[in-house]
């Protein structure tokens, strides 16, 4: 099965950004929407945003909201996730996914996520 390829993440000092992106091959395969997700460790995984690959709708975890903002080129197979204002709270390791409608374990908005990439660590220091 082909999985969704994580890149950009890094380390940044609070306050800073990052871009993290998502590339996902066979896009048309993998179903409506594509999501990211970010664990830290004797924590769930927890989600963060996700689009529809159809009609770019969005939606986000309450605690990014106004500092992440996802997108989209479906010509490039790629997704974007745009972090700002980053907090020490946002480092974990952050993973691309993507799945279609539907209730799940992991659900965002009206998205079941069930494919994985095999992740991105985000390091946020003061």
């Given at each position: 099965?082909?999985?969704?390829?994580?890149?950009?993440?890094?380390?940044?000092?609070?306050?800073?950004?990052?871009?993290?992106?998502?590339?996902?091959?066979?896009?048309?395969?993998?179903?409506?929407?594509?999501?990211?997700?970010?664990?830290?460790?004797?924590?769930?995984?927890?989600?963060?945003?996700?689009?529809?690959?159809?009609?770019?709708?969005?939606?986000?975890?309450?605690?990014v909201?106004?500092?992440?903002?996802?997108?989209?080129?479906?010509?490039?197979?790629?997704?974007?996730?745009?972090?700002?204002?980053?907090?020490?709270?946002?480092?974990?390791?952050?993973?691309?996914?993507?799945?279609?409608?539907g209730?799940?374990?992991?659900?965002?908005?009206?998205?079941?996520?069930?494919?994985?990439?095999?992740?991105?660590q985000?390091?946020?220091?003061?």
């Open positions: 099965q082909v999985q969704p390829v994580e890149s950009g993440g890094g380390s940044v000092q609070v306050g800073g950004s990052l871009r993290v992106s998502c590339v996902v091959s066979e896009y048309a395969e993998f179903g409506t929407c594509t999501g990211w997700f970010r664990e830290t460790p004797g924590k769930e995984r927890e989600g963060v945003a996700a689009i529809l690959r159809t009609n770019d709708d969005t939606y986000y975890e309450d605690s909201k106004g500092r992440f903002t996802i997108s989209q080129v479906t010509a490039k197979n790629t997704v974007y996730l745009q972090m700002d204002s980053l907090k020490i709270e946002d480092s974990a390791m952050y993973y691309c996914a993507a799945g279609g409608f209730s799940c374990a992991y659900n965002i908005g009206p998205c079941c996520f069930d494919t994985w990439g095999q992740g991105t985000v390091t946020v220091s003061s």
